[in-house]
């Protein structure tokens, strides 16, 4: 199978862990990709480096800069709360990598779905919030949603082998996160540093702190239902510390399909890039003998309660996703400030899903309503 043409890309949240290695590809395959839109928050001197190298068309930045630099200048330049999808919309980009952590990024995919032929998404949060809005709207306009989370990606590969037939279950793997074995007194009080040393993959900072108080998987279980539509009692999570096994899809015979690799998340990147063509990267081959055995392990609902919060508000429908995602992402930020114990995300959570009346999500106003009123619970409650 041969790509004949080089593919256009936006990469939104160029500056992050994401975007970055999807630079990365890019920089590796010159002529399967080329980076047309590249935007980022607050980091423009990262920014800029990328710009120089890259040389997209368009670039955006939420908070305008100073200067930009004369070499630059022959770019066209966005700024302010709407550049992204402003960026999006005039780069002409066949593909966005929505790579926006957080709701923040839900407008982008939303922009994405209007423009482009193919969105890749990573930004999860968009999927947990605008949830059957967003997959409605790819589905109406034929536009293939390509999962860049690892698991997602993982389960997207071994459904490749489906020919059909009909899947009993989803398994999700989860690495456990950084506090994977601490009791539970500990994991109350752990510290920013200890919270952000995640054992298996290098991430942003924001989901590096929900894989620790496991909501990440939760968020997952969610991404999981609307990306495959899956019902919530057909996707289970199973711990594997070595993040090995990215995730598995079980049929009714009872044969279970996983698919692995070495943690290096440019593997779901590029195989999303690429679709549906792999792409070689240069990833590091598996040594199954230097890796004796895979573990697996029941998570743990005491220490890490976030998990069968965002399960049960899957389950519950409506806006409960919408709610325990802005109460998380406004506990996660407070966190990182150190305005509270990593053990008060759950309380904080838990305080908005009782406090906020649910509502029933029609459009994408609704969803920003119900992370309102969940972020003023978690907001008042500091
Ligand atoms: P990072 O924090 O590393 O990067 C986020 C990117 O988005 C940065 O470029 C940042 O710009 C930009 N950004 C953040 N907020 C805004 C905003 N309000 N408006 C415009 N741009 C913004 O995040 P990650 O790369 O780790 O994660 C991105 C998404 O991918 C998340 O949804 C995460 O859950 C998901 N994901 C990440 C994985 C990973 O390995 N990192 C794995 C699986 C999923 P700036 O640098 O200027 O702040
Ligand atoms: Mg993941």
Known sequence: MQQTSQRTLAVLGATGSIGTQALDIVRRCPDRFRATCLTAQFSSEALFALAREFRPRVAALRAEPKVIPDDLRDIEWFFGPDATVRALLASGAQDALCAIVGIAGLDAVWAALDVCERVLLANKEALVTGGDLVTQKAAARNVPLLPVDSEHSAIFQCLQARQGNPVRRLILTASGGALRDWDRARIYHATVRDVLAHPTWNMGGKITVDCASMVNKGLEVIEAHHLFAMPADRIDVVIHPQSIVHSMVEFEDGAVLAQLGNPDMRGPIGYAMGWPERVPYGAKPLDFAALGHLDF???DPD?????????????????????LNGANEAAVAAFLQEQIPFGRIPELIGRALDAVPRTDIRAIADVYDADRAAREVVRAAL
Do not use: H, Q
């Not at 069968?308 to 409506?318: F, Q, R, S, W, Y």
């Open 303 to 323: 220490r890490f309660p976030c998990l069968g919060m965002a399960v049960a508000a899957l389950k519950e429908g409506g806006s409960a996703p919408v709610i």
């Open 297 to 299: 392990a029941a998570p």
